[in-house]
């Protein structure tokens, strides 16, 4: 949370307080929502729909985490660019080496 010089002592403390407790339940709700997927999927529905399911869950929560606890969402747009655009690649990689890995030349 930005320091707010307006606010005392006790004020910013119930708004760190408060805004610690926002980000766990957004996350409890997305792993709520995981859990209630793994184990309601019907079986007559395909795996390859549900992991993608997971893996978007996963990235949210991966993002927000990112966002909240190391402080990147009020850094500088460069910052951030300079840390997602690599992972961007290594995304592209694995899922070219994926791909690559079980065609038969």
């Known amino acids: 949370m930005a320091h707010n010089p307006t606010l005392s002592p006790e004020e910013a403390k119930k708004a760190n307080v408060k ?3 926002k ?7 997305v792993t ?7 184990l309601n999927w019907p079986d007559g529905m395909g795996r390859g729909m ?12 991966a993002f927000y985490i ?14 951030i660019f300079a840390i997602i655009l ?6 592209w990689f694995l899922t070219a080496l994926y791909l690559e890995g079980g065609s038969h030349i």
Request: net charge positive; hydrophobic share 70%; no cysteine.
């Open 32 to 38: 709520a929502i995981e859990f209630a997927l793994a």
């Open 86 to 91: 690599p992972l961007v690649f290594v995304i």
């Open 50 to 61: 549900l992991n993608v399911l997971f893996v978007l869950l996963t990235i949210i929560k």
């Open 66 to 79: 990112v966002a909240e606890f190391m402080h990147l969402k009020g850094e500088v747009k460069t910052l």
């Open 23 to 29: 980000v766990a339940g957004i996350l409890a709700t």
């Open 19 to 21: 805004k610690i407790w």
